[in-house]
Every structure is written in C-alpha cells, then in structure tokens.
C-alpha cells in the first residue's frame, strides 16, 4: 500500500535518524481518521519541494504523532514552468479544475477574471472562493503525492495579466479558431510557459487583441471544444508530454 502524504511546515532539520512532529490539522487526520499506528509508512512534504519518507514512532493521543525519518528527498525546481491562468468558472467547476490540473502535474494558477466571466469574486465571498482553490491545490498535491504543490496567486484583471504574458518565453491562448495548433508549438526547454483558459463564454475579441500584443498568440487544442474546467488540464497534459516532463 502506497504511503499517505501529510503537510508540514518546515522540513529543513529532518535528516534520516531525526524525528519529526506532526500535529495540528495534519497531526489529527493521521493519528484519528488514518489511525496510523507505530512502525506505519507515511512521507511528509512541505509542499515546496522537500519531501522527507518515515515510519510513525510515537502517537500522542488524537491530535500528533512523531515520524521517524528514513530518507529526505528533494524535488528541484521544474523546468519549463507550467502556468495556467484559468477563468472563472461556474459553481465548483473551479475547483474541479484545479484539482485535475494539480494532479496533472501545473506548476502555479492564476485566478482570472474574463469580461465574459458568469462569476465574479468580489469581497468576503472572492476571498472565500480563492481559499477554496488554494486548500484544493494543496489536498489535490498531497492526493498525487507532489512534493512542489502548486501556487495558486490572487485573482487577475485582463490588464494586470498582461505583464506576466509579456515575461514568459512562451505564452499562448486556449481559442478554438486559433491558427495554430497547440501540439505544433515551438516550446521552450527551459523557463516560463503560460497557458490562457478562458470561460465558458469564451474570450471575447478585445482579450484576444491585448494578449497577442503582450506575445500570447491564439492557439486550438484539438478539433473539440473543451469545458474551461477542463480544458486546462488537457493542454497542461499535452504541454508536460511535449516537454519531457512526463518523460
């Protein structure tokens, strides 16, 4: 059985022979819903990148227990970095698509919000929505058993997108008369890739003039029109396919 992955904070004094406290939130699913016992496998990830594999050596009631480490791993930093800017979805949409992408393998996520956006996050329930997209990320990250969980930023306007656009080495836009096909790009071995996912409404022509400006050129999946919750998930496929990420 494959060992559960749990989340903690800080990973830079674990070494093999050390021992490792986890409590908190993490502390109480292991020790009450998993019942991990003595001598159990279990890896602990600070979502950054450090990864540290054990065995429970001590519980503490519910809420803790201690892991005995047997082995540190680290996950260098990938290369290209994938970035998906996803619009905003209807209802829980969002979060299925952050969930999938992370499964994936995409490296960070942008909340954007598209003049055809049905959704608008705007005060106590924007901020709401965003927290749910982050928790996603990182129980989705944990469930695939990710070292390097996924940065989910805050929710971007058109206009203040477009200087992360202008900065990658490449950029393009999910759009079903694109051109171009996506599986044709010329890709870069290394640096930032950016992917645009507009919503269900599509982008409208002003998104699509302002992005190609700032070098994000339309580009199509496939002959299919993909729902925006998912549609970020299969170029994110096809993009670490491409790259050897995959490989």
Known sequence: MTAPVFVVDDLTGAAP??????????GRHAAA????????ALTLADGRGRGADGTVSALHGKDALDVLVAAVREEPAPAPRITVVQALPKGDR?????????????????????????????????????AKWRATAREAGKQARRLRFPEVGDALTTRQLLPLLAAADFA????????????????????????????????????????????????????????????????????????????
């Open 94 to 130: 969002g979060e299925l698509a952050v969930e999938t992408m992370t499964e994936a393998g995409v490296d960070a996520i942008v909340p954007w919000a598209a003049s055809r956006c049905i959704t608008q996050w705007k005060g106590e329930r924007g901020a709401k929505a965003l």
């Open 172 to 247: 393009a836009v999910l759009h079903e008369e694109g051109a171009l096909p996506l599986a044709g790009a010329d890709l870069p071995a290394a640096g930032e890739i950016v992917l645009v996912v507009g919503p269900e409404g599509g982008v409208s022509p002003d998104e699509i003039a302002a992005f190609a400006e700032a070098g994000a050129a339309p580009y199509r999946l496939g002959p299919s029109v993909l729902r925006t919750s998912t549609a970020g998930v299969a170029a994110g496929a096809l993009l670490l396919g491409r790259t050897g990420r995959w490989g």
């Open 33 to 40: 819903v998993k019942r991990l016992q003595p001598g159990e």
């Open 17 to 26: 022979g050390t021992t490792v406290r986890l409590d908190g939130a993490e």
